[in-house]
């Protein structure tokens, strides 16, 4: 009988159609993020299921543009692809922790 192991979740910085143009509108590194809602979804559940063959527990984190700018300065980040991946880590660190 193999130890049982706790599954690792890992949060996922994910968009709302939306709110997509004003995601990228906002964003430092938007010229990192594609042009497209369509081609970011594309390439995002593409990741996504490559994490979950990995044996990893998804969460997908939803950036409101409203909302994340505050975050940003709260936390003395600049918007951009870090401050979004720190975001939805400690979203999930936060939803887990007893």
Wanted: hydrophobic letters at 35%.
């Amino acid at each position: 009988m193999s130890p049982a192991f706790p599954t690792t979740v890992v949060g996922m910085a994910w968009y709302r159609r939306e709110h997509y143009q004003e995601i990228k509108r906002i964003m430092a590194d938007s010229d990192a993020l594609p042009d497209t809602y369509d081609k970011w979804f594309y390439q995002a559940e593409r990741t996504e299921r490559t994490l979950k063959r990995r044996g990893l527990s998804v969460e997908r984190v939803y950036v409101d543009p409203q909302t994340f700018p505050a975050w940003c300065i709260a936390k003395g980040k600049e918007m951009n692809g870090e401050a979004r991946s720190v975001y939805a880590s400690e979203f999930v660190g936060a939803e887990y922790r007893d």
